[in-house]
């Protein structure tokens, strides 16, 4: 009964977003007199769907908390024993509970875009209104596959033989992050669509001027910002919870999540040449695009089994639909703007490369480069595979050797581009502007020779790193004494209003600075990473790791009752850390720190028939002991445990400066945190120039006004 | 004309720089029965870096312990079967969580001698759960 008013729902949603978009379409085709209430109506359908797949959610939600097992996805993904909070985030361990989700947060996205539209007259003159219809329309033109996946082919509420109890989640995904990490990289993911969304509305309505490149920056930014922050989080999941001492791996679908968010970047950063020179109009169109389609291209790779992925779906066969959705939309997004190029034709041309632009421009082709050698790199054992049969593995020493070259030079530019000055600089002057951030990269360069080993591509990523960190440096003290000098303002208080005055471009730093030690980061745990083989050790004595000194103590367990209720088992080694070596080491000696890297073993949960599970050993996972500081990561796993003979195996792993890459999401959140912030100050600004215009103006306000812009200029 | 130059430079560099970084270190990737079928033809993979990929074998892990500077090392000697074929992997590190005899895997690593890889990654996929198990037969054991 419940089951079916959820599937019930699905459908609803379905017929919903159909008439929202018919409606829509008949909205701009009938006579004016009648569009208003079209679009009311299609705004109001655009609502329902939101609610209606809300509703859905919350039932499958409800399914699971009941522990209604006559539906298979809910028996495929939990069981009796299983804790709450993995019962509610089972939602998204699966396939069609997955797209569910997908499908929600987009008609969330929608919904969003057209309560933002509605705050003025739906369809009215004001830009967020007049695009809004019909943005929310290709949102919900998105969401037809999505929600049609759900209603059709694989359906979240599908039932079967009612039976007492569910197989339960795989016990490798019952880890907090699996509350956190999904969900996030989805709204990321999903939020690509927006940006797209509005861009194909700019491209319908004509209207791709000052206000649109605003508008679709804000909403750029957003999905963005999750979308690298959940993304970096993956990485958080697999470093603290696999124990193979990493957190990048390039599977396929690590790298389908990282091309959109190349490509994300990329129109960041040329959208802000459109709005400064009109340039690039339809450049910035494709970029939209691809990264809509290369967002729906992930989601293909993950679901449709061409490449082999630790992520991928077992029962994944619903690739062919997203491919026939990817030809479409493909067809459709580069239609549009082949259609209006002649409205997106550009105003001005460049004038040298030797510019901001031509920076900008670099930066574009680098990141669009680098999110074809990733894409080209993941696909490649496929088309080889079609092709010719042969059966090739691209992986990590292929994107290493091609990321690392394109990363660095990125690295540079982020230093080098906003020193530029627009238009045109020339050489001398640029050497000018970058006199002390090359000096203090200089300076840097012979302190990293004193490093354990020498790493030329980790020492080239830490001198540009201390050369754009200067450069950004040096611009905040440039501008906070332009500030003091034309106002009375002391130091803080100039730096802040500094900010505050112009949050875009100074919020673009802040995010730069933790681009700077992210890379810090990668270079750090690449370059200078150090690793032991599995040792085998006899309680009390002693492996060495860099300066480290381990001691093994001996196994131990949890005593019984503190067992986790999905755990059969768990072993810990009791490890003892010793900053000396290991004579130095007395039986006095107060260690540093005690780590316990451990094994857990989980249970087989569910009510499974005994030869279903004759052969199949419990599953296991080996928990890494982590002891984190600014400098390094030391990292133990536990890899065999021996409890007769009290022995352990341990492997241990010295990582640099890893806690620099967690870091640098606090940067990008803060930084776009200070990007995205309403210009209130600016809209006052432009309505007191406006009322400027008049002749009453006294000569007074004038001054002020110019005043008020040099500031703005800093 | 001077941009469409800078365009094709940029590009000519990117293409280059795939190419040869995907021709140096792609792998060959092929299961144990080709391997050891080219073994006695003039096309044999001894001494090529090679990705094998098929089934851990029934005969238990053999672990060797040995002794070396940093200390006591295990060796791992196991194999990898795929239609009646057999390949004798040599491992020195971790083996992955999920390894269990009959299930698939892959083995990256030297192919030093016909039938003998010196392995260096060694990677399982994790298999489904209790895939066999269908939700029919489950309800059959629940009603027991």
Redesign the interface.
């Known amino acids: 009964m419940i089951p079916s008013i959820g599937q019930l729902m699905l459908w609803l949603a379905l017929s919903c977003a159909v008439y929202g978009i018919a409606i829509t379409i008949a909205a701009y085709r009938l006579p004016e007199a009648r569009r208003q209430a079209c679009l009311s109506s299609a705004f109001n359908a655009t609502l329902a769907v939101w609610w209606l797949v809300a509703a859905a959610s919350g039932t499958l939600i409800y399914l699971f908390l009941t522990d209604d097992f006559s539906v298979?996805y809910v028996?495929?993904h939990s069981s009796l024993a299983q804790p709450i909070q993995f019962k509610v985030s089972a939602m998204w361990a699966g396939q069609s509970g997955s797209l569910l989700l997908w499908t929600l947060m987009l008609a969330g996205y929608g919904a969003l875009i057209a309560v933002v539209g509605r705050r003025h007259e739906y369809g009215g003159d004001k830009l967020e209104a007049q695009l809004a219809p019909t943005a929310a329309a290709v949102v919900q033109g998105i969401n037809l596959l999505f929600l049609g996946l759900v209603c059709f082919v694989t359906k979240p509420f599908e039932t079967?033989?009612?039976?007492?109890?569910g197989?339960?989640m795989?016990p490798?995904l019952q880890n907090y992050w699996m509350q956190i990490h999904p969900p996030t990289l989805y709204l990321g993911y999903v939020g690509c669509s927006v940006p797209f969304a509005w861009a194909a509305a700019a491209l319908l309505h004509k209207q791709f001027g000052k206000d649109w490149v605003t508008l679709v920056r804000r909403w750029t930014l957003i999905p963005w910002l999750i979308l690298g922050v959940g993304i970096i989080m993956g990485g958080a999941w697999a470093y603290e919870t696999l124990?193979w001492g990493g957190y990048w791996a390039w599977d396929p679908v690590e790298n389908a999540s990282l091309m959109p968010w190349l490509t994300a970047t990329a129109f960041l950063h040329s959208i802000m040449i459109q709005a400064r020179r009109g340039m690039l109009k339809n450049w910035n169109m494709v970029l939209v695009s691809l990264t809509f389609l290369l967002s729906v291209f992930g989601t293909f790779l993950t679901r449709s089994g061409v490449v082999?992925s630790?992520h991928s779906f077992?029962e994944s066969n619903i690739g062919g639909y997203f491919l026939v959705f990817l030809g479409v939309a493909l067809v459709l997004s580069f239609g549009l703007i082949i259609w209006r190029r002649d409205e997106l034709a550009t105003e001005f041309t460049?004038e040298s490369?030797l510019s901001r632009e031509g920076a900008f421009m670099l930066n574009n082709?680098i990141l669009l480069?680098s999110a074809?050698?990733v894409l080209?790199?993941t696909i490649?054992?496929a088309l080889r595979e079609a092709i010719d049969g042969?059966?090739?593995?691209?992986?990590a020493?292929?994107f290493n050797?091609?990321m690392v070259?394109?990363g660095l030079m990125l690295l540079g530019l982020t230093g080098i581009g906003p020193l530029m000055a627009w238009r045109r600089t020339t050489p001398a002057a640029l050497l000018r502007t970058a006199k002390w951030p090359i000096v203090a990269a200089i300076a840097a360069a012979p302190l990293f020779y004193f490093l354990s080993a020498w790493h030329t591509g980790a020492v080239t990523a830490f001198c540009l790193g201390v050369f754009v960190a200067a450069g950004i440096i040096l611009e905040f003290v440039k501008g906070t004494r332009a500030r003091m000098s034309m106002t009375d303002e002391g130091p803080r208080t100039a730096f802040f209003n500094l900010l505050l005055r112009n949050r875009r471009r100074y919020g673009g730093y802040v995010v730069h600075l933790g681009i700077v030690l992210l890379f810090a980061g990668f270079a750090g745990s690449s370059g200078f990473k150090i690793e032991?083989?599995?040792?085998?050790?006899q309680k009390g004595?002693t492996?060495?790791v860099g300066e480290y000194t381990l001691r093994f103590e001996g196994l131990v367990e949890p005593p019984p009752g503190q067992l986790a209720p999905e755990k059969q088992q768990e072993i810990a080694a009791h490890m003892t850390v010793f900053l000396m070596p290991p004579d130095k080491i007395k039986s006095d000696t107060k260690p540093m720190a005690t780590l316990y890297p451990h094994i857990d073993i989980f249970k087989l949960a569910g009510?499974?028939?005994p030869?279903?599970?004759a052969?199949?050993?419990p599953?296991?996972?080996?928990r890494p002991a982590i002891m984190s500081n600014l400098a390094n990561d030391l990292y133990l796993?536990l890899?065999?445990a021996n409890n007769e003979e009290n022995k352990a195996?341990i492997?241990a792993y010295l990582n640099p400066l890893v806690m620099w890459i967690w870091i640098s999401m606090l940067f990008f959140v803060a930084g776009t945190a200070i990007a995205m912030w309403p210009d209130s100050r600016a809209t006052r600004a432009e309505a007191r120039a406006k009322a400027d215009e008049s002749p009453r103006a006294s000569a007074g306000a004038e001054t002020k006004l110019a005043r008020e812009k040099a500031l703005e200029k800093i | 004309m001077k941009r469409y130059v800078g365009l094709v430079v940029i590009l000519a560099a990117f293409g280059f720089l795939i190419a040869t970084s995907l021709n140096s270190v792609a792998m060959k990737s092929l299961p144990v029965h080709e391997l050891r079928a080219a073994d006695s033809s003039p096309h044999s993979y001894v001494g090529q870096r090679l990705r094998v990929v098929g089934f851990v074998g029934k005969t238990p892990v053999k672990s060797i312990e040995k002794t070396t500077d940093s200390g006591i090392v295990k060796a791992h000697y196991f194999t990898v079967v795929d239609k009646e074929q057999t390949l004798n992997v040599t491992f020195h590190d971790a083996l992955p969580d999920t390894f269990r005899a009959g299930g698939p895997v892959q083995v990256d690593g030297v192919y030093s001698a016909p039938g003998v890889i010196e392995a260096d990654h060694v990677l399982t996929k994790c298999p489904s759960k209790y895939e066999a198990e269908s939700k029919a037969q489950s309800q059959k054991y629940n009603s027991k």
Do not use: C, H
């Not at chain 1, 079967?160 to 109890?165: A, E, M, S």
């Not at chain 1, 042969?390 to 992986?395: D, I, L, M, T």
């Open positions: 298979n028996w495929a079967g033989p009612p039976v007492t109890d197989s339960g795989n490798l124990g082999s630790v077992a460049f490369v082709w480069g074809f050698a080209w790199g490649y054992p042969q059966s090739v593995s691209v992986g020493p292929y050797k091609v070259p394109l032991t083989e599995p040792i085998t050790l004595e492996m060495r009510n499974v028939s030869e279903a599970r052969g199949q050993a599953q296991s996972a080996r796993a890899i065999d195996s492997k």
